[in-house]
């Protein structure tokens, strides 16, 4: 269970680290969109291994495969499985952690869970699912583009301590893209791509925050209570390996201000618009979009496997050591900027369609 | 759409702040259970107003009604239908709100999604809609507490920049219940009434952060990959009203660490049992309980009605100002307390069961 | 679980025959409807018991109370909490059913599965639980109305072995209310309302067939593959006390024919539209609405509850005989008839809500 | 939307007729069941084309492939994804259908949803779609035979107007197999054989009925009030393509009968256990399993592909003829059974999850 997420724009992904492949099932998407691999591929290739040096090495090329769903270039409104072939799987380098789990990882949890694991690679753990979620993502940017004309932009906010000065009103993804870090602040880029490359050969690993913008989203989408749009939003992202917080708008610095200081009072402006003065709300309020720019970050944690050497424990119950090798990745963050960039769409384009199907029946 | 939640063990809520009356019915309880009123009524003083000088003077008594689904002392398995009718409901106070948007409330984007509000008192998106969720928290409290012997404890761990000292792994229900903050660090809680109090003179509202734990959930909860335990957590309490952040765990502080410094190392406990050493996990590793506490995080915004001027627009697109009347809260964290309490049984009650309808179906 | 029915148009029932009451929560109704308790209550008198001399005498008036979702009479968007009070509940007439399992009732197996009933009144297997459905198909049929001009007409076309000749194409709501058995074959009528009278002095029940009609359905409504329209229907009146049967268009009768018999050959009309000549199909071609009228076939057994003394055994599994007492239906098909057209009702309108949220999105 | 069945034993199938494969997803299943490609391969090929001289003479061998969810022989507990690859798509036979809609086939109503359609073959509206559900079904068949013993059997009951005379109580598949219709009743299944070959010759098709039986189901299975088990079954034979009927237990001939006549009265077996002396309920009573043999029946309609020259029109309205090219089956009979078998095992499956879910967590 578990592996559906949305309600009128649904997907299910499938597929281990280490197996047949991986892959997601898109079902809702509607009908008549131009689509092809290309479209899909390009973010699997921002979130591919091995697209630079401050990446895991393993060489996965990702090409994705359309089975279904689409003909003749457009979508057919029948559900689009796309599959890609797991290629560069050096299952010798788990053999260690076929007995000993890796600590912080999903090993102990899953062997808890399931009384059974694919220890290769992490299994179904392995970050490696992220591939349906981010081809279906672009799926779904390329909806809210085409429809409403919805921008989605995420970046590298942060890497351990170091922040960088990004105005996510203008951040365009050309400036995130300069750079492997991805990160637009420049500057602050070649020092956090200097901290990731002495983590890697420190055999350690770092985390950090990835900032995510939604411009032109129209206003009335989320859905109260549960499905509030910032709920939506949280669930997605926080369904991310190793992410361990979420923010919207001002977030946990907003609880410094008083109310004065910190709702976002409304004016009219030049079009006749209600809009606010400040984006405090981050874009939602009542768990609706209003409009303005929707504003999230996410904190991700140091990647857990690490290649200096850790106390952990067997399947057997017994204490050891584990200096893990496979090729990791010192910092997930650069290639977690696609990653919640399509979470974001999903819930976008899921409430998108849930909008036409409630709010504009009766005109 | 949006008012159901859970997967097995599921609550749908209704109800405005002002009309007939505000509920949930919870589908999926287990049969058998002992329940009466006496133990829904118990969260639902913590969560009700007016319980004390620092919450909104609105006198509501918040008596429930189970209406189904229990028979002689014990539930049926069929739905539990609970009721709470709306008795001190001033719509006057609301009148000067029909028209005019309060800043950063759900009133403008309400009137955007639907083309109608009620906007008496908020309506939907009142904290009032929270009854339903906290009633079939305490259901869901009592399911875990009788099957697997889970605690939850929630607490006030911070308003505005005071902050409590709190040991999630001891802290008890009494001593939350010992002062009208629900902050168990006695000292840091007095600074924190005073400082409500004075809000509340100023006319103007404070945020802060609850936090909660839940101790010996049994390892193994959690549906990877997109119900992981911890998104749907984040989900559940992020759709709460004025929340604005979420961390579970070592949250975003724990990206400052480097995966050496943060991961969690194994042992193996004086019962054989697997554990860990530290807990930045937060209880919680590849989407899966791991037996240790479930810690979690909440930031709640400053609330947004207040009683000084601020400037707004008006549902007819007119610049005006508002100066709030009506009975409002100045802080919400220690009524949010139960309502966090609440978010976080639902979610592990339901994952309970779903653990129950696959993990432990073949032995 | 399985208390919610629907997709966008999302309708979750409790309530048990003796108890608190009986109703449903709404959720997903488009915003800005026109609606009253009187648009209901219409179909629940059609539906309650006490009718007419050939229903069950039970007197309820089933006045039920919009509790939640409606402001200055037109709906929110929000859910929508109906409840009806149970008033005439003899559970006396009961306490012989407290150990005695009615055979062919739900007792038996509600023990089985539970381990627990309220054995008043048969609990949440009374009929009484479709006053929630009626009362939320009541709404849909509005929506229906309005946005397509959909008619739904359902009406009994078999009591026993007496069948009723009627044109689908052409029956009138008139028709069918015009006499208390809802048989617009008015001779047939007559027939039918004598042998069901003379089954009541019998002691004894019979069974019949009702049949629905959907027209101005527009094309293009169900969702292949599994939520088929047939599907939906077929599930909707399936779940419906005493139904064995289920039918659409040609039906059991079809498997008779050739498929040169029986496709349904294609012309262009007047309008230059295309329609079929014939409609074996029933309305449906590869689960989607093709326009012409949606007519199913409902089988209602005879009902479980008579008076005469059957042999059955208690919940301590001793053998013994059965005169039911209580007060009950020797015939339930004229009080199925507004219980069909609900749950024809639901779907559809669940359907168009559907239709509107993916393939209408890009245009 | 509407290519996932299932509550917690879930399947999305996807794949169109001609493109590349169909396949399916499982998600839910439990961990630790020993599976592999033969489990599922015996029922796809009792489901492919071309496995006898009445079935359509497409080639397909239809060998599957499990993509994910399977490590060492057993289940993982993660989503089992499996591919079935098209090979024999002739795509040319259908050029005649780019533009003209088949009778009573699913080429009109997809258009008219969709805008658009893979018209090669049907697309996702062929019989190829249904690879999915049995190979799901297969999985399912075996964890009720595991946790249960439950055995399933499907049958062709008749043809057109050839009945056969079958005891569902005792039915083998090996019975079943034992001929290329799939009837048991040998004699009668020759001349079944003789018409399906006569009306191959006639360029024409036929229908008939597939009876199922379900033994040593548990009692207690199946959701009041929607999810009632034989709505469930119903919405799942009713998903099948050509299906226009369903019967469970007594059916439409149960309506001829009085409650006296069809109550199944209860008695305590020799083993202390309450049975039905007669079995009219079909082993459901108030939508819950009572331990007898679950017995349904499905209507199939003759195939809608015929040879012979039909009236029809063309995407553009204008009216034509058309006498079907490409290779179909005269009647679908025979290749239904798995499916009908498959559609009852993914619902019971799902219904025995269910009740680990709820029914059984507090003892």
Sequence with gaps: MGNTFGHLFRITTFGESHGGGVGVIIDGCPPRLELSETDIQVDLDRRRPGQSKITTP???TDICEIISGVFEGKTLGTPIAILV??????????NEMAVK???SHADATYEAKYGIRNWKGGGRSSARETIGRVAAGAIAKKILKEVANVEIVGYVKQIKDLE????PDTVTLKEVESNIVRCPDQEMAEKMIDLIDQTRRDKDSIGGVVECVARYVPKGLGEPVFDKLEADLAKAVMS?????????GSGFAGTLLTGSEHNDE??????GNIRTKTN?????????????????????????TIGKEQKTVT????????????RHDPCVLSRAVPMVEAMVSLVLCDHLLRWHGQSKVLT
Tied chains: 1, 2, 3, 4.
């Design 58 to 60: 393993r060489k996965e």
């Design 85 to 94: 072939r797991n290629k560069d799987a050096r299952s010798q380098d788990y």
């Design 101 to 103: 789990f890796r600590p």
């Design 164 to 167: 960088g000065n990004i105005n």
């Design 240 to 248: 991310l390996p190793a992410s361990k917080g979420f923010e919207i």
């Design 266 to 271: 409304f004016y009219i402006d030049d079009n």
């Design 280 to 304: 405090r709300s981050g874009g939602i309020q009542g768990g609706i979009s209003n409009g303005e720019n929707i504003i999230i970050r996410v904190a991700f944690k140091p990647t857990a």
């Design 315 to 326: 399947s057997d119950s017994e204490e050891t050591t584990l200096a893990a090798k496979g």
